[in-house]
């Protein structure tokens, strides 16, 4: 049964170096491969997909792994869609709506 305890969320967070042309290269090509395996940007250099388990978030942080660039620094957090609905947002200081759960439809 898929409940909020059990819908999963990754981030992915990082920090690449993109001084040299070939390391921005390497940056873009790791943001488009985020792009690929659905993750949606939510800030420049952090990225979000929705897991329906903790198995498709491990199969995911593998994906993830074997885009990395050479240099940098990536991490990835993982949380329940229970905590997700928890987190607080501001857009300049005024604070944004709740978040919501992707629909079913979204899902599939």
């Known amino acids: 049964m898929l ?3 059990r819908l999963m969320w990754m981030t992915v ?3 690449l170096p ?3 042309a070939e390391e921005r290269r390497a940056a873009t090509r790791f943001r488009n491969s985020l792009l690929d395996l659905g993750f ?3 800030q420049y250099s952090v990225y ?3 897991c ?3 198995t498709q978030v491990e199969t995911y942080c593998n994906m993830v792994e074997q885009a990395l660039p050479i240099g940098g620094k990536v ?3 993982q949380f329940t869609d229970k905590q997700y609905e928890r987190i607080i947002c501001f857009q300049g200081r005024l604070k944004s709506a709740s978040k919501k759960s ?3 439809f979204d899902l599939f």
């Open 3 to 5: 409940t909020g305890y």
């Open 13 to 15: 967070m990082f920090d």
């Open 18 to 20: 993109v001084v040299e």
């Open 40 to 42: 949606q940007m939510c």
């Open 48 to 50: 979000m997909r929705f």
């Open 52 to 54: 329906t388990s903790g």
């Open 75 to 77: 991490n990835i957090l």
């Open 102 to 104: 992707p629909d079913q």
